[in-house]
């Protein structure tokens, strides 16, 4: 984008996926990138995650606590414009100081005033020599700790502007003259309504330096040459001024304005999410929270987190890259194609994000990128994990010790190794799963009795718990012997990984051991041998 101020609610893409916000279209219908048309094919999944979001105000650490709509932030009447703890920047050159109205002009009075004392005076109805050199003039009024600027600009042909500005926060009381004061935060680039024009010819008379009565408050009777209209406010003066055709004219002993970045994180998923933009508050890197909306930075179809790959219809309708396979690449909100254009402004921002892991309440400290939430919470080590009894309320890190306080009757504790000599496990027809242990372990399996297949039973097993380090496997044996005549001479078995879920309910066995219904005899059981 041309344009490097926050983006605004309407954004657009071309087919390759570069973004554009509304206003910088305005006389194109190119891509300034590729080339490609732009304008009609909106980037809703982006506008979605902006319109979510909620951003601290940029002067959090002076004090405010409010939150600011992201979209809302460019805007020139926004909360940042008048929030009352910005600070306000001192103007001399070379100095760094920043901070409330008040303090400013105690910082001013002990650390210029002594050592400039032609740059700094107290308001009173006596004149100030102001040379033709000097940008500005320091003005302090005791009674309420008030910092004004009597500035001194080239902005005119054949003299000089002298206009007065009160350094205070924008939301304060207004001052009030023969106009109200305005007030500016930091010198910068300040186009001046009213300003009282002095002649060349009062310079060259009086020897380069012309003598200045200001007065601020209740003022009557003035009959001499003095400013009328509205002196705005501002924090922070810079020397530099716009002349009306738009173009900046540097004064005397001016500097070109800063650059400042800021580098900000980002939640509300209620974690922090992360991402990077430009502030003009400091100069230095800092990270900020931003709290967003979960749904829009989730596919509408799964509802998992999306990963590095976001795909998109023409109609600006967003899916994963796994769903758009699984719907036949067609947008289940508006048939049309999907999985050929990308949403590469999204996919921009979830790689710019991290966030902390969803079980951190449960122990885990990791920050992840956003993008590999998905893998890193499917295997974190400090996902809690529900009892898989009904009727039981538990759900925590220690399964197996809960079921062994709780639900012994209910488990078979193997003693000796499971690989080597298994342990033999009674199933009942009418249990859905029997609670397999290992005595000294930390790992809960079942042994699942599924009724979803015609003519018998299924058996599968599966751990309840974190799937294993990556360099390790869990691997199983079922071995079931025939019952009746000819026992011994007919025996069934299924082998494979072990799976891994953390909830009972979600999960589907993919593989199990078919056993028909006479093996089960009248008594409605079997013995099953299970090597892990």
């Known amino acids: 984008m041309g344009d490097r101020t926050n983006f605004c609610i309407v954004h657009v893409q071309c087919k390759h996926g570069h973004p554009s916000c509304k206003r910088c279209l305005a006389g194109l219908n190119k891509c300034h990138i590729?080339?490609?048309?732009?304008?009609?094919?909106?980037?809703?999944?982006?506008?979605?995650?902006?319109?979510?979001?909620?951003?601290?105000?940029?002067?959090?650490?002076?004090?405010?606590?409010?939150?600011?709509?992201?979209?809302?932030?460019?805007?020139?009447?926004?909360?940042?414009?008048?929030?009352?703890?910005?600070?306000?920047?001192?103007?001399?050159?070379?100095?760094?100081?920043?901070?409330?109205?008040?303090?400013?002009?105690?910082?001013?009075?002990?650390?210029?005033?002594?050592?400039?004392?032609?740059?700094?005076?107290?308001?009173?109805?006596?004149?100030?020599?102001?040379?033709?050199?000097?940008?500005?003039?320091?003005?302090?009024?005791?009674?309420?700790?008030?910092?004004?600027?009597l500035l001194n600009g080239g902005d005119v042909p054949k003299g000089r502007s002298l206009s007065v500005v009160c350094v205070a926060a924008a939301g304060e009381a207004e001052l009030y003259t023969m106009g109200s004061v305005p007030r500016v935060r930091r010198?910068?680039?300040?186009?001046?309504?009213?300003?009282?024009?002095?002649?060349?010819?009062?310079?060259?008379?009086?020897?380069?330096?012309?003598?200045?009565?200001?007065?601020?408050?209740?003022?009557?009777?003035?009959?001499?040459?003095?400013?009328?209209?509205?002196?705005?406010?501002?924090?922070?003066?810079?020397?530099?001024?716009?002349?009306?055709?738009?173009?900046?004219?540097?004064?005397?002993?001016?500097?070109?304005?800063?650059?400042?970045?800021?580098?900000?994180?980002?939640?509300?998923?209620?974690?922090?999410?992360?991402?990077?933009?430009?502030?003009?508050?400091?100069?230095?890197?800092?990270?900020m929270t931003y709290s967003i909306d979960s749904d829009s930075l989730e596919c509408g179809i799964c509802f998992l987190p999306f990963e590095d790959r976001v795909y998109m219809c023409k109609n600006g309708h967003a899916a994963c890259g796994s769903c758009c396979l699984v719907m036949g690449r067609e947008c289940p909100s508006c048939n049309e194609p999907i999985g050929d254009i990308r949403c590469r402004p999204l996919e921009k921002v979830l790689a710019a994000m991290s966030a902390p892991c969803k079980f951190r309440a449960s122990g885990c400290t990791e920050t992840v990128g956003y993008t590999e939430r998905r893998s890193h919470e499917a295997s974190c080590p400090h996902a809690p994990c529900p009892c898989p009894f009904d009727g039981c309320t538990y759900l925590g890190l220690l399964l197996y010790n809960h079921i062994l306080d709780e639900h012994a009757t209910d488990a078979v504790v193997a003693m000796g190794s499971l690989r080597l000599r298994g342990i033999v496990v009674t199933v009942h027809k009418s249990k859905p799963f029997h609670v397999v242990l290992h005595r000294g372990g930390t790992r809960v399996f079942l042994l699942l009795n599924g009724g979803d297949v015609l003519s018998g039973r299924s058996l599968s097993l599966v751990s309840v718990g974190p799937p294993?380090?990556?360099?390790?496997?869990?691997?199983?044996?079922?071995?079931?012997?025939?019952?009746?005549?000819?026992?011994?001479?007919?025996?069934?078995?299924?082998?494979?990984?072990?799976?891994?879920?953390?909830?009972?309910?979600?999960?589907?066995?993919?593989?199990?051991?078919?056993?028909?219904?006479?093996?089960?005899?009248?008594?409605?059981?079997v013995s099953v041998t299970v090597h892990i």
């Open 34 to 149: 590729c080339r490609q048309p732009i304008g009609d094919m909106r980037c809703r999944p982006l506008e979605n995650v902006l319109a979510g979001m909620t951003v601290p105000c940029a002067f959090a650490r002076f004090g405010c606590q409010e939150g600011v709509r992201y979209t809302e932030r460019a805007q020139r009447h926004g909360h940042e414009a008048s929030c009352q703890h910005a600070p306000c920047h001192c103007p001399f050159p070379g100095c760094s100081y920043a901070g409330a109205a008040a303090q400013l002009f105690a910082h001013i009075r002990g650390a210029h005033a002594a050592g400039s004392p032609s740059a700094v005076s107290s308001i009173r109805c006596t004149p100030v020599a102001l040379p033709r050199g000097m940008p500005f003039h320091v003005l302090l009024r005791e009674e309420d700790s008030r910092v004004f600027l």
């Open 187 to 287: 010198w910068v680039r300040y186009p001046t309504g009213g300003f009282l024009f002095v002649p060349d010819a009062y310079w060259r008379a009086s020897g380069g330096s012309v003598s200045v009565t200001v007065h601020v408050g209740a003022v009557d009777g003035l009959d001499h040459l003095s400013i009328s209209g509205t002196i705005p406010r501002v924090r922070c003066v810079q020397r530099g001024m716009m002349k009306k055709n738009g173009k900046r004219t540097t004064m005397d002993h001016g500097t070109a304005k800063k650059t400042r970045s800021v580098k900000k994180v980002a939640k509300k998923t209620e974690a922090g999410l992360c991402t990077d933009q430009q502030q003009d508050v400091e100069e230095e890197t800092t990270k």
């Open 468 to 525: 294993p380090p990556a360099n390790c496997e869990l691997r199983y044996k079922i071995e079931l012997a025939a019952v009746g005549p000819g026992q011994g001479e007919l025996a069934l078995s299924a082998s494979g990984t072990v799976p891994c879920v953390r909830q009972l309910d979600v999960f589907e066995a993919k593989a199990f051991l078919f056993v028909p219904e006479a093996y089960w005899g009248s008594s409605g059981t």
